[in-house]
Nanobody
Framework: QVQPVESGGGLVQAGGSLTLSCVVS????????MGWYRQAPGNQRELVAT???????NYADSGKGRFTISRDNAKNTVYLQMNSLKPEDTAVYYC????????????WGQGTQVTVSS
């Protein structure tokens, strides 16, 4: 069973930084996409950033220039460095792994809370 486990959330002031980590355990195919999504109260879950096993990155407009996604394939770990945080970045951040045929296998972590105070 593939299980992503997030860490690194917390409370930070506006303008501050946080780094989220997600360790993925279980049988992971070499070809996969790891990513971060977030969900604020009353909102739908939305994409933050993804990175393929080959290193191709994709960012939502909201995080471009402020967030950096990276991964360590040897450790099955994906990171999200968040700088210049804003109160509107407050949300539960979820780690996601997609793999398999057409990336149809989809695994989610439990989420980690990020709160940005103004």
């Amino acid at each position: 069973q593939v299980q992503p486990v997030e860490s690194g959330g917390g409370l930070v002031q506006a303008g501050g930084s946080l780094t989220l980590s997600c360790v993925v355990s279980g049988s992971i195919s070499s070809r996969n996409v790891m990513g971060w999504y977030r969900q604020a109260p009353g909102n739908q879950r939305e994409l933050v950033a993804t990175i393929t096993s080959g290193g191709t990155k994709n960012y939502a407009d909201s995080g471009k220039g402020r967030f950096t996604i990276s991964r360590d394939n040897a450790k099955n770990t994906v990171y999200l460095q968040m700088n210049s945080l804003k109160p509107e970045d407050t949300a539960v951040y979820y780690c996601n792994v997609k793999m398999g045929l057409l990336y149809s296998s989809n695994y989610w972590g439990q989420g980690t809370q990020v709160t940005v105070s103004s």
